[in-house]
């Protein structure tokens, strides 16, 4: 799949090459690829580039996105610090830029990095806040999955219940199949803890389903995993 978007983003490129914005943008873009593909130096290069362009242009809207991407390289190469301090600039950005859906997402990826941390409350606090605003409902689905997930490392299993629920019956109610299958493999791991067999493969099943449909392979072999380990409990 990566492979199909490479292709058509780099012959994007090609055309609009002569189009500083657009060459910007294309940028982004191909270096978010080559960060899955670990070739980090090339991502820099392309990153830099992008970064250099919107700060002349004074565009703080996606001078955020490029720091958020800058985050996504730091995160991948397992530099949790660097992480924080490119979402926390990227958080100022989206504010002064008043884009709802961008600040919601820092707010959540900081959050994602408290929690990695240990550090529960603060991780909880911003996933409230970014709860409160109005974003889109996808947002939202991540918001709850995300303070359904603290709750579980929390080992508080009914308010981890409660909110991971919340978040498969938003993304049912907008359609968003594939990410459905993570907030079911949240649940199940839940219901594992609790020694609810039955609820567990249930819920482990229907990610299992989805992730194999949308070719999600990590995420395919974790949850056979996690069958696996329930059976022998």
Same mark, same amino acid.
């Given at each position: 799949?990566? =492979?199909i978007v490479w292709y058509v983003l780099n012959y994007y490129f090609n055309r609009n090459k002569n189009l500083p914005l657009d060459k910007a943008k294309y940028q982004l873009d191909l270096a978010s690829l080559y960060i899955r593909k670990r070739a980090f130096a090339k991502a820099d290069s392309?990153?830099?580039?992008? =970064?250099s362009y919107f700060t002349k242009t004074n565009n703080t809207l996606w001078q955020s996105k490029v720091i958020a &991407? +800058?985050?996504f390289m730091a995160l991948f190469q397992s530099e949790? %610090?660097?992480s924080q301090n490119y979402y926390s600039e990227a958080l100022k950005l989206a504010k002064n830029s008043d884009d709802i859906n961008l600040i919601s997402l820092c707010m +959540?990826? &900081?959050? %994602?990095l408290k929690r990695f941390k240990g550090h529960y409350t603060e991780a909880l606090e911003l996933l409230f806040e970014a709860l409160k605003l109005n974003s889109s409902t996808m947002a939202k689905a991540d918001c709850y999955k995300k303070i359904g997930t603290v709750y579980r490392e929390l080992e508080d299993w009914e308010p981890a219940t409660k909110y991971i629920e919340k978040s498969i019956e938003l993304k049912k109610k907008i359609g968003f199949e594939n990410s459905l299958a993570y907030s079911y493999y949240a649940?199940?791991?839940?219901?594992h803890r609790q020694l609810n067999f039955g609820e567990t493969l249930k819920c482990l099943r229907q990610c299992l389903t989805i992730s194999r449909k949308y070719n999600i392979e990590r995420l395919t072999g974790q949850a056979l995993g996690a069958i696996g380990a329930a059976y022998q409990d």
């Open positions: 799949m990566h =492979e392309l990153l830099t580039y992008s =970064e &991407i +800058r985050w949790f %610090d660097k +959540r990826n &900081i959050a %994602d649940l199940g791991l839940i219901h």
